[in-house]
């Protein structure tokens, strides 16, 4: 039987999480079965959710605008998995400090656009991951900081401060794992139970 996993495609790297979610599931021995989604009515039928990067302003518009925003909150309260970097993280935070978004509530933390710096400011770096036994090459750009953490858990720190924490079923990252052929992220968040 295979999986049922949605990656929310209103913006950002869609493709590219398909692909890592299809890579990790292969390496804990999943089938997945992928779907872009748009619209509302199909959140409801996914085992696994991915919320991806972009613009956090426009993304929380369009999931209110769309209907996606309840049926996303109600996925996590039925203990369902999601995986939200960078906008993505923004959006699923319960405080990202800018009356323009529309935060979902699903992770404990608060959150400060683009903190890491602009576009030109983009950098890779080493990991020690919670949960992972090797370093994940994580590639940050215009990451936002995770500038306070309620009851989520960190994973993984950057230079002092948290760039991955878990709440629940839902894993947040500052960095975007889907820009590396390294699927761990996503087999973290989506397989760690198994």
Known sequence: MSL???????????????????????????????????????????DLLCMPGGESTAISRLLQSEGIAP????????????????????????????ERVDNLGLLDVTVERNAFGRQKDSFEAPLDVTGLDEPYPAVFIRAPLISDVGSATVL????GRPVAVQDGPVVGTSFHPELTPDSRIHGLAFFADE
């Open 156 to 159: 993984a720190e950057w230079d």
């Open 71 to 98: 049926e996303i909150q109600a996925h996590v309260e039925a203990g369902k998995p999601v995986l939200a970097t960078c906008a993505g993280l923004i959006v699923a935070a319960t405080d990202a400090d800018d």
């Open 4 to 46: 049922n996993a949605g990656v929310i495609a209103v913006q950002g790297d869609v493709s590219e999480h398909a692909d890592a979610i299809r890579r990790a599931g292969t390496a804990h021995g999943e089938s997945v079965a992928v779907t872009e989604i748009r619209q509302s009515g199909i959140v409801p039928d996914c």
